[in-house]
């Protein structure tokens, strides 16, 4: 079992949220937030085709034309924020959403969006203390369903603002090696998750919880989070997710899984090869899949950097 960094402290990301929103930058890519990844290659824009870039500018147009008009309203915050993080520009999504919480501080919508972005930009514990400060905002009140600025094939909205939160503060934890939360947050977040959906949020609240048990080397409980999920879920979203848990099961192989597959699967063969003792091949995958993205993809990017993390109880 891998000795735990005390130096993370978990009191850190439990006891001081406002503080930490204090820290975000007003121009977050002045601050650096934006250049690099974790293993120092660079961060690049996204090679969209000439009409998906068409099409998202002229989202983001229409967004800040509508912030222009309306900047009394949360909401035109907001889609200017993720219509800017949908084209891959998350510094400057993450400055509009920090405008927004100066005229809407108590925005656990703001907070939302603006801790995903900063956990894309590696800035974890910015992102957690987000996270932590939404989730006590919704404390008491009603949950409501998060509208999709990307609409799935059926045009169906599946998750809702607490359940959403609570997942993403689970994810994010993992970054921080505090597994227990990512366990505990993965369950809490699946509990809140409409019945409609709960096919759609099997896999990937079963992949994260599988990878934060192996990692805390208790391998019973992580087969056991993965071993009863059915090869049939009716999906709408989240096909890679089902892909990678069906390779954590044995279901699909490991010489199965090709460059066409995604780097959520890909991550799941690297930690696998990781589980299983073979380290060389783990860090090349883990490299190799940072490399292929432009933005990197900062799981395989802490698995490189700080593979022993781990926040004790």
Not at 38 to 45: A, D, H, K, Q, S
Not at 113 to 123: I, M, N, S
Not at 183 to 201: H, I, N, Q, T, Y
Not at 283 to 295: G, H, Y
Request: glycine share 8%.
């Amino acid at each position: 079992m891998m000795a735990p960094l005390r130096i993370l402290g978990a009191a850190l990301f439990l006891s001081i949220p406002a503080a930490a929103q204090g820290n975000v930058p007003g121009d977050t890519a002045a601050a650096g937030y934006c250049d690099e990844t974790l293993i120092g290659t660079p961060l690049r824009e996204p090679d969209f085709s000439p009409p998906v870039r068409k099409r998202l500018e002229q989202d983001i147009a229409i967004a800040r034309s509508a912030l222009e008009i309306a900047p009394d309203r949360e909401e035109s915050f907001f889609w200017l924020g993720r219509r800017l993080g949908y084209a891959g520009r998350f510094c400057e999504a993450i400055d509009v959403f920090t405008r927004g919480l100066t005229a809407f501080p108590d925005s656990y919508r703001l907070l939302r969006y603006r801790g995903r972005h900063l956990t894309r930009v590696r800035q974890f514990a910015l992102g957690l203390a987000d996270y932590e400060r939404a989730m006590e905002l919704m404390s008491g009140k009603p949950d409501v369903f998060e509208p999709d600025g990307l609409p799935n094939a059926l045009g169906l909205t599946l998750g809702t603002y607490k359940s959403n939160i609570i997942y993403y503060h689970a994810q994010t934890s993992f970054a921080v090696g505090d597994y227990n939360r990512v366990v505990e947050g993965m369950a809490r977040a699946f509990g809140l998750v409409p019945a409609f959906a709960r096919d759609d949020m099997l896999p990937p609240t079963a992949y994260w919880t599988y990878l934060a048990y192996r990692k805390m080397g208790n391998h019973a409980a992580a087969r056991r989070a993965v071993s009863e999920i059915p090869a049939d879920l009716a999906l709408t979203e989240n096909a890679d997710y089902h892909r990678a848990v069906q390779l954590m099961q044995g279901r699909v192989q490991r010489a199965e899984v090709t460059d066409r597959d995604s780097a959520l699967v890909k991550f799941a063969l690297a930690m696998e090869l990781r589980f299983s003792g073979n380290e060389d091949a783990a860090a090349q995958l883990l490299r190799r899949i940072v490399d292929e993205s432009p933005q990197g993809f900062w799981p395989a990017e802490v698995e490189l950097t700080a593979p022993d993390r781990w926040i004790a109880p």
